[in-house]
């Protein structure tokens, strides 16, 4: 080879994403035997190829293999990037190493509010202190706390921090769409001169200080947004990081692989950091410590044994417990409601025991079908199940209502049931209602069903009520009013929409249950709204669980009784353990595992069949 020649060329793509390798013609041979090493390589004509950017960096040390090291020449940017890769891989494991001998390294709690100054107004708890000091004290971190922990503030507490050390001057945020409100929140409550947060929109915003982007649009936006990161020094923040941890293998997962390595500080926030077993923990950390970082977790995930890897990777995350959070106890309240005569006719013909009035109905009261969500529906009122107008038409409740006569076809009553009897549960949902309405005190009303959340509007009227789910074109306003407009003493939503993300306890301490489904993490999700860190210790926050007597609603309840217990005893564990994403739980169908299928059948098999 003439001198001076250069044998390989590694330089960036146009997104920075992935590393581009080019050859001179007489070494095809030996870039083939080099992609070969690579898992996610691609060949791009005979002297030129391109590896994803974290697989590169995992396998950095295949190029060693190069006939002439000599005459490969980096692109600079790349090269402090690998510098960084590797410097990141010494550091985590020193930090494994000393930990074992007892030696965190971690800064004091003393230290932490200087490093926030002049601009951080918000407070932090002793643990939400701990948990900085140990996420300061790493290059890169995890935090794994319960949700409800304020992983949020924590996390604009250590960018608040490195960016008074000039570490980073700004942050982008990648988070389901329903965090979105509590992160433009908490940037704005935390600093006495509020952060410009912007949620992307077809762009990312060059004067954001906070930019934050859904997982969905990650893969559509990587060259845009791998611009933004190397612009300027920036920390990148995953939120729910539990979305990627199919890691490579996953849309998600690939697209955050590909950005992580651009941003100097990277954090991943997840209360369910393992929902499939250890496997999780490596694609989530590998994000947080990439290229020969990688081995150092693989190394403790490999048996797959989730206990001793949590223990293992312990000093590379942070994790504070629910007992830790300090949240005054409540206790839900069940209350059981009768089903009224007509009501319980129809949902017993549901479910397959046919009165003599109901045989006459019997063809198309089956169509309607004995189907979980249905016979959910049909415990609130079986009028549900019958269409309107339009699909959230809310059902037109006639005072006074009209008499049953014994002759009338079933079918035709079940048509126009609202016109002979008001729902029991919305009856109760009513008076709770009213009751909390004259104690100042607003209520947080949950039921499933878009109908239904459409009904209760229109029978609590008088109580100025908001109204969040998925075809509400403005739900920040409709939650701003419901905190602060004093005539609005109702919320009406669904754990689908407002499951998470949303903080309310500081204006609401009561809930009503309306109906329930299988998914205890979304229940549990749908009680933190309320019931978080921040109540204060005299705060009463009170729960009431409507459950019709006789219907699924008892086979509900027994499901999660028992699924809130297991899940209780996890988020006490100061370990990382096996749980499911507490939005995306496992199913078979409507949210059902097979034990909650068999307390399905069992519900059915309890009624008598004629």
Request: one cysteine or more; proline letters at 7%.
């Amino acid at each position: 080879m003439p001198p001076g020649q250069v044998s390989l060329a590694i330089s960036f793509d146009i997104t920075r994403t992935k590393a581009v390798l080019r050859v001179l013609p007489e070494h095809t041979d030996d870039l083939s035997q080099l992609l070969a090493r690579f898992a996610a390589a691609t060949r791009r004509g005979t002297v030129m190829a391109e590896i994803e950017l974290d697989d590169f960096l995992v396998g950095i040390g295949e190029l060693a293999t190069w006939p002439a090291p000599e005459s490969v020449e980096w692109e600079d940017d790349l090269v402090q990037l690998v510098h960084g890769v590797l410097d990141d891989a010494e550091a985590a494991e020193r930090r494994l190493a000393s930990d074992q001998h007892g030696e965190t390294g971690d800064l004091r709690t003393d230290d932490i509010i200087p490093l926030l100054k002049p601009n951080w107004a918000a407070d932090l708890t002793p643990f939400q202190l701990r948990d900085i000091a140990r996420l300061l004290s790493l290059r890169h971190g995890a935090n794994f706390s319960v949700p409800g922990a304020g992983k949020t503030r924590v996390a604009l507490a250590v960018f608040a921090a490195l960016r008074n050390q000039n570490a980073v001057r700004r942050a982008l945020v990648v988070s389901p769409k329903s965090a979105y409100e509590s992160w433009m929140y908490e940037s704005a409550f935390c600093f006495k001169e509020p952060l410009r947060s912007r949620v992307m929109d077809k762009s990312p915003d060059p004067g954001a200080e906070i930019l934050i982007v859904n997982y969905e649009r990650l893969n559509r936006s990587l060259r845009g947004l791998a611009s933004w990161l190397r612009s300027m020094p920036s920390m990148l923040i995953l939120d729910e990081a539990h979305r990627m941890k199919l890691g490579a293998r996953g849309t998600y997962g690939s697209a955050c692989l590909s950005l992580g390595p651009l941003a100097p500080r990277r954090l991943i926030l997840t209360g369910t950091p393992a929902p499939n077993g250890a496997k999780d923990l490596e694609s989530l950390l590998s994000f947080v410590w990439p290229g020969h970082g990688r081995r150092v977790v693989s190394d403790a995930v490999r048996g797959g044994d989730l206990a001793y890897a949590s223990a293992a990777l312990r000093p590379l995350f942070t994790r504070t417990t629910k007992s830790e959070l300090g949240l005054p106890p409540y206790e839900p309240k069940i209350r059981r409601v009768e089903l009224p005569p007509l009501h319980r006719e129809i949902y017993d013909a549901l479910v397959g025991r046919y009165s003599a009035r109901a045989e006459a109905s019997r063809d198309r009261l089956d169509t309607l079908g004995r189907a979980m969500l249905r016979l959910l529906m049909a415990a609130i009122t079986p009028a549900l199940l019958i269409e309107g107008t339009s699909r959230y038409e809310p059902l037109a409740y006639r005072v006074p209502a009209l008499r049953v006569l014994p002759n009338d076809s079933l079918y035709k009553l079940l048509q126009d049931l609202p016109s002979y009897e008001l729902s029991p549960k919305y009856q109760e949902t009513l008076s709770i209602v009213k009751e909390n309405a004259a104690l100042g005190r607003k209520t947080l009303v949950w039921s499933t069903f878009i109908r239904s959340l459409t009904s209760l509007r229109s029978l609590l009227a008088p109580y100025n009520p908001a109204t969040v789910y998925g075809g509400v074109p403005d739900r920040e306003e409709e939650i701003r009013r419901f905190r602060e407009d004093p005539d609005c003493m109702v919320l009406l939503s669904n754990p689908a929409t407002l499951g998470e993300g949303i903080s309310l306890h500081q204006v609401c301490h009561d809930a009503v249950y309306v109906d329930r489904d299988f998914m205890a993490g979304r229940f549990l999700q749908s009680l933190d709204r309320i019931h978080r860190l921040g109540l204060p210790a005299d705060a009463e926050t009170r729960v009431t669980i409507l459950i019709a007597e006789g219907t699924v609603d008892e086979a509900v309840a027994l499901r999660l009784d028992e699924k809130l217990q297991f899940m209780g005893r996890i988020l006490d564990d100061p370990d990382v353990q096996q749980l499911a994403d507490l939005e995306e739980e496992p199913s078979v169908a409507s949210g059902m595992d097979m034990d909650d299928v068999r307390a399905l059948l069992d519900h059915l098999n309890k009624i008598p069949v004629n």
